[in-house]
């Protein structure tokens, strides 16, 4: 057994559990180049990821979004194995790439044209979270007995 050491094993990163498996989720997602991608700010508030899927339908592909992780796989259907190469040079292959999406960042949908397909990001900025925290003094829960002082000196 091994002993994983890191830097959110400090005390003081308490909750940050999450933000470590994304980590190793960008670590693992692969280096392999396979399919080339564009990343590219289209506005203020909006992105686009193109990836270069030639030869790929709509229906070889699938988009997913898990864990704030954008997930595009690719599988073409297997050769039939009626047509006959007398060279092979275009890659037939499964991909899988992955995108660690940062909170706030929406997709909003993907179209295929001329063999890339261009997925549409758009940042979401969200409100103002604030929020008053009462701070409660165990003296004021306490009732106390109000005295009339006027009534007493009649006494």
Do not use: C, W
């Amino acid at each position: 057994m091994t002993t994983r050491l890191s830097l959110f094993d400090s005390p003081l990163f308490l909750g940050f559990d999450q933000f470590e498996q994304t980590i190793d989720r960008m670590r693992k997602s692969g280096s392999d180049g396979y399919p080339p991608y564009n990343i590219e700010q289209v506005s203020d508030t909006e992105l686009q990821i193109t990836l270069a899927v030639a030869g790929f339908t709509e229906e070889d592909l699938d988009i997913e979004i898990e864990h704030n992780q954008l997930v595009i796989k690719g599988k073409q259907q297997a050769d039939d194995g009626e047509r006959i190469f007398l060279h092979r040079g275009i890659a037939s292959r499964q991909f899988q790439r992955s995108f660690v999406l940062a909170d706030g960042i929406e997709v909003k949908g993907a179209h295929l044209d001329n063999g890339l397909l261009h997925v549409d990001l758009e940042r979401v900025l969200p409100e103002s979270s604030a929020k008053k925290i009462e701070i409660k003094s165990p003296k004021k829960d306490k009732k106390l007995k109000a005295i009339d002082v006027e009534s007493e000196k009649e006494e």
